[in-house]
């Protein structure tokens, strides 16, 4: 049977509770359970596929084609579990199913209403991620205690616990315990107040994970557990991480978190194995072979949360490679204006992330044509590789004006253009090419040297496509295209050959990328960064040595 845990959050939002709940999960793989975990967010769109990154962040997406939340992406990365449709219910998914089945006559007679309804749609969705392949399936609540929108939510597990029983079932609530600097003193009283919302609401939290910037007192935690309600050892400390976010779960395993959790859903406590786990944090926290700068040309740059998966996967290629990666962020209007050379001078490599709509594409494409003419390492994805085209054949073929369509519908010269069968797609919510898609790999390219397969499956997110009209003349003048769609028909993978390493894709591989198992194309990404940025020398501390420098 399998055992649930309920994750909320109080105080304040972006207290990290994706990846508390990404670290327990990976904590309680490594002592042997099989694991599954859900995100529901209490917003009215049916996903997060609709939304600015400035809302949002990034919009992450599973094999199976669901646009999710980015938690997803740490769920994915700490515990290699693979998330689904089912990983991530919005109030609008819920509701958009309640209605539906409303006018179906699934209700016929009755009253529909929050509860029990809704509550009841909110329960199937938690019974979604049960199974018998499944030990424990962790649940996250989006938003805070006490917001209006998540009641049913929190209604929803409440009954779910006492359905199930305490031994079978467990609330873990994520508080913010913040220093005071004028006082001196750390202050419990928000985190019993959230406390207290959600006891009147009849959940009472069995572990309380304290978010702080210092290390808590022991008087503290005894004050925190008596006005709580929470045994004094299950007040837990998660104190702000130095270096990586990667450190969180050895953090949470140093209080035994995971072990009183077994312990509460009555299951046996195997050893604890994080070996790897810690000898890759030594890695990214101390890499020995120095550090390479990348410049990420994007439009939402000013957003942290809008690259979030880019960003990681870089740092994977960096610990598979042993070096320490710094992010240029460059904000690709600022190139229109400033030029590539005066933002790009000194950078080791340059990604171009995907992204949607003209703000900012000729500062891409000027990046591009950077890269390709200085002979930078370069790695575009998605929109990226789109543009890496557009440059090729304008400066390369001679096609003055060629674009995307997306960018001017009447371009003579449209090397990338709407894929067929979106020509007649008027919906917006959940209509691109979405999800895993296979993808034959050619020899003797820098793809094929990275994957060391001729077939691989990647995930997808775009409406526009390579535009085969033109793939003789771009092949003529050296566009090698080095991924195809198994039928040939796709273009998903563009390389250059008299370049060191230029490659774009059609997929986003940032969403396949793990901290132990880097995505091969970020991986030879920097691997071909730290080579341009040659061998470190012990006496500069790792910093550049330019090329034809002896090192001593
Ligand atoms: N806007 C482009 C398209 O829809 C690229 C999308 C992306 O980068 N994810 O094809």
């Not at 994750?7 to 309680?28: E, F, N, Q, Y």
């Not at 409440?158 to 359905?163: D, L, P, V």
């Not at 004006?401 to 003579?412: C, D, I, R, V």
Request: net charge neutral; hydrophobic share 35%; charged share 20%.
């Amino acid at each position: 049977m399998t055992r649930h845990i309920f994750i909320t959050g109080g105080v304040v939002s972006s207290l990290g509770k994706g990846l508390t709940s990404a670290s327990l999960a990976l904590l309680l793989t490594r002592r042997g359970y099989r694991i599954r975990m859900q995100k529901l967010d209490p917003y009215l769109n049916v996903d997060p596929g609709t939304m600015s990154p400035y809302q949002h962040g990034e919009v992450y997406v599973t094999a199976d084609g669901a646009e999710t939340d980015l938690d997803l992406g740490h769920y994915e990365r700490f515990t290699s579990t693979v998330c689904s449709r089912d990983s991530n219910y919005t109030s609008g998914r819920i509701y958009g199913s309640v209605i539906s089945k409303e006018r179906a006559g699934a209700y016929l007679g009755k009253t529909v209403q929050v509860i029990p309804h809704i509550t009841d749609e909110i329960k199937e969705a938690i019974r979604s991620i049960e199974g018998p392949d499944v030990d424990i399936a962790l649940t996250e609540i989006g938003g805070t205690a006490g917001d209006i929108e998540s009641l049913p939510f929190l209604e929803a597990i409440r009954q779910y616990r006492h359905e199930i029983g305490r031994s079978q079932g467990l609330f873990i609530h994520l508080t913010l315990v913040p220093y005071l600097k004028a006082a001196g003193e750390m202050k419990t009283k928000p985190s019993q107040q959230s406390v207290g919302i959600l006891r009147t609401i009849g959940i009472i939290p069995d572990i309380l994970v304290c978010r702080c910037e210092r290390a808590m007192s022991q008087d503290h935690k005894d004050k925190l557990a008596l006005f709580c309600g929470v045994e004094r050892n299950l007040v837990i400390e998660e104190q702000d991480v130095r270096h990586s976010i990667y450190e969180v779960p050895l953090e949470l395993a140093k209080q035994d978190v995971d072990v009183y959790i077994l312990e509460q859903l009555q299951l046996h406590v195997n050893p604890l194995n994080m070996g790897d786990w810690q000898t890759m944090v030594d890695t990214l926290i101390r890499p020995p072979n120095g550090e390479v700068e990348i410049a990420v040309v994007g439009k939402y740059i000013t957003l942290r949360d809008a690259y979030k998966s880019i960003y990681e996967a870089l740092t994977h290629g960096g610990i598979a490679n042993g070096v320490r990666v710094k992010i240029r962020m460059v904000e690709s209007e600022d190139i229109e204006h400033k030029g590539a050379s005066a933002l790009l001078e000194g950078v080791d490599g340059i990604l171009v992330p995907g992204g949607f709509g003209d703000r900012g594409i000729e500062g891409k494409i000027a990046a591009i044509g950077h890269a390709r003419e200085n002979q930078i390492p370069f790695f575009g994805i998605c929109l990226g590789m789109q543009c890496a085209v557009t440059e090729f054949a304008r400066t390369v073929c001679g096609m003055a004006g060629a674009n995307s369509t997306e960018f001017s519908p009447q371009t003579k010269y449209p090397v990338i253009d709407l894929m067929e069968t979106q020509k007649t797609v008027t919906q917006k919510g959940g209509t691109m090419r979405l999800g895993a898609y296979p993808c034959r790999v050619a020899p003797q390219t820098l793809a094929r040297t990275a994957y060391g397969l001729e077939q691989i499956t990647e995930r997808h997110r775009h409406r526009y496509e390579f535009n085969n009209t033109f793939r003789q003349a771009l092949a003529d003048q050296g566009l090698v295209f080095s991924g195809l769609s198994p039928d040939g028909h796709l273009v998903e993978i563009i390389e250059l050959r008299d370049h060191p390493w230029f490659v774009g894709c059609q997929f986003h591989p940032e969403f396949q990328s793990t901290p132990l198992k880097a995505h091969p194309l970020f991986r030879d990404f920097i691997a071909a960064a730290a080579q341009r940025r040659g061998p470190v020398s012990s006496r500069n501390n790792g910093r550049r040595v330019p090329k034809g420098t002896a090192t001593p």
